[in-house]
């Protein structure tokens, strides 16, 4: 079955700075790919999204890019400020239905 | 509008003793799922309905748990004779079609402990 490696683990960055997370998936199937935000003991809240059909979205400071041939993907942040601390999750969704995700990055934002 | 609610928030099990969780999806939304959220993992997939059928249940992890929709709208997880290893945060998620493609939206989840 699907498989979603996420790194780092752990990021800290200085306010104003940028913060990259990185996933890799193993099932070529996959074609949607959501990033959630989890605060402490919140639910987790979709923040961007791409489809397999797209290499690259953005929403504000938040982008997303897709590589299908090296199956990975992206999240970066800019301009990053202290309420962006948070647990972020990735996704695939391979099938058409559940979501397989990532272990998770705790992000810590210094101000 | 109104979001995905899940109930109880919280709930504490002696072992042994059955539960029930309960989720109310976003009215109109097709698809519904079940996760599972053990402490600082990201969550995995339990089971999936569209409207009242349960389409996959490959990842309940044992014939204890058990989950329905009867109707196509509110969505009842049971865990028979829970367990310590049970403990987790259980997260429902509804879909306003039946292609994942779509957004899944998250409830709170329900915290159990099973003492």
């Known amino acids: 079955g699907e498989n979603v490696e996420q790194h780092p683990s752990t990021l800290s960055v200085q306010e104003g700075d940028s913060a990259v997370i990185k996933c890799t998936y193993s099932d070529s199937a996959s074609n949607y790919f959501p990033w959630y935000k989890q605060e402490l003991g919140k639910r987790p809240q979709l923040i961007i999204d791409?489809?397999?059909?797209?290499g690259e979205k953005k929403d504000q400071r938040i982008a997303v890019t897709l590589n299908k041939t090296a199956k990975h993907f992206s999240l970066h942040i800019t301009e990053t400020q202290p309420e962006d601390s948070a647990v972020y999750f990735c996704?695939?969704?391979?099938?058409?239905?559940?979501?397989?995700f990532g272990a998770g990055t705790i992000l810590r934002v210094k101000s | 509008g109104a979001g995905v609610s899940q109930s109880p928030r919280y709930k504490v099990a002696k072992r042994g003793q059955d539960v029930a969780l309960r989720c109310d999806p976003i009215?109109?939304?097709?698809?519904l799922f079940w996760y599972q959220q053990a402490l600082g993992q990201g969550p995995e997939f339990l089971t999936y309905f569209q409207n009242e059928a349960q389409l996959d249940k490959s990842g309940l992890p044992s014939d204890r748990f058990f989950a329905e929709r009867p109707e196509g709208s509110v969505s009842t997880l049971k865990i028979q004779r829970t367990q310590q290893e049970d403990s987790a945060v259980y997260l429902c998620?509804?879909?306003?079609?039946?292609?994942?493609?779509?957004?899944?939206?998250f409830g709170p989840g329900t915290r159990l402990t099973v003492t």
């Open positions: 998620a509804s879909s306003l079609d039946r292609l994942a493609t779509h957004e899944q939206y």
């Open positions: 791409i489809r397999s059909n797209v």
């Open positions: 996704a695939a969704s391979p099938y058409g239905n559940k979501l397989v």
């Open positions: 009215s109109g939304h097709v698809s």
